[in-house]
Structure formats: C-alpha cells, structure tokens
C-alpha cells in the first residue's frame, strides 16, 4: 500500500516523498551476508512500523523520489525504477506499470517544470524515470532539467 505523500517544511523549501513501489522481496540473509540473525529479533522494537513484514520474513523496501521546492527551484532527488523497463534479472521491477508520473502531478509538479534531477547514484531504482517509453521511443521523462551527478557515478554507468 502506498499512501498520501507527506510533505516537510525545511526553512523556505518544501520537500516531498514521491513513491513508486513498495517491496516485501528481501529476507534477512539476502539484505545482510554473513549477519547475525538473531540480531534481528534483538531489535525488532526499532524498526520502523510497516518495515518488516513477520509472516514471510521479510523486510518492507520503499522505492521513491524526494521531491523539494525552493522559492527558485523544483529539484527531484533521484527518479526511481521507471515503467516499461527491461530488467527479467530483477523480477520485482521487470516492465513496471506504476502511477509514478500522476503522483508527481498530486504533488503540484509536472515533469516539464523540474529544473534539476540530482542522481545519488545510478543504480537501476534510483535512475528508471530519467526516461519514458512514448510510442515506442524512449524519451527524456523531465525534458527542461540539468542532471547533477558525481564523476565516479558516471563512470560506473558507463561500464
């Protein structure tokens, strides 16, 4: 279940959580190699409600974008998974069909208004929306912005 976008107020920027999916794919084992699982159960009091999911063991994963407004800027945080992305290799987010765009718009955005994408690193779930399947062309999802990244992010991608 996704639910309402919650928005903080920091000084004069606004910043808002944009989801796109909700995983319960991940047991302990998977997350942690080699970890301690009673650890788990020592601190299952400090988990975050709705992060772990008891009856199948496995942890509750949100992918999502941060969306902050400034008095001069609209910046968005990463770009999440993305619809209609080839990825058979991770099951979870093979050809999404997920409302990412709409809750964008729920938030007052459309994508031709974002000024910049901040890239935190290019993994699958952090990228999928810098592009949109549009009659069978990939297109650039925020057409006006100026992607910001490190140089060592761009490398990786590029390998």
């Known amino acids: 279940m996704i639910h309402a976008a919650k928005t903080y107020q920091v000084g004069e920027a606004s910043v808002t959580r944009i989801d796109e999916l909700r995983l319960a794919a991940f047991k ?9 699982p009673e650890a788990l159960e020592r601190n299952r009091d400090e988990l975050e409600a709705g992060s772990f999911d008891a009856a199948t063991g496995t ?13 001069h800027h609209t910046i968005l ?8 992305k080839n990825r058979p290799e991770i099951p979870p987010l093979h050809r999404l069909n997920e409302p990412f765009l709409a809750r964008l718009a729920a938030a007052g955005v459309t994508p031709e208004q974002v000024d910049y994408v901040l890239l935190t690193h290019v993994h699958a779930d952090h990228v999928g929306w810098n592009t949109r399947l549009v009659d069978g062309r990939w ?21």
């Open 59 to 71: 942890f509750i994963q949100s992918i999502h974008s941060w969306l902050v407004r400034t008095p």
């Open 77 to 84: 945080i990463d770009t999440a998974t993305g619809n209609d």
């Open 139 to 159: 297109v650039p999802t925020f057409p006006n912005a100026t992607y910001v990244f490190s140089a060592i992010e761009q490398a990786y991608g590029e390998s």
């Open 28 to 36: 302990f084992d998977a997350l942690y190699p080699g970890g301690e």
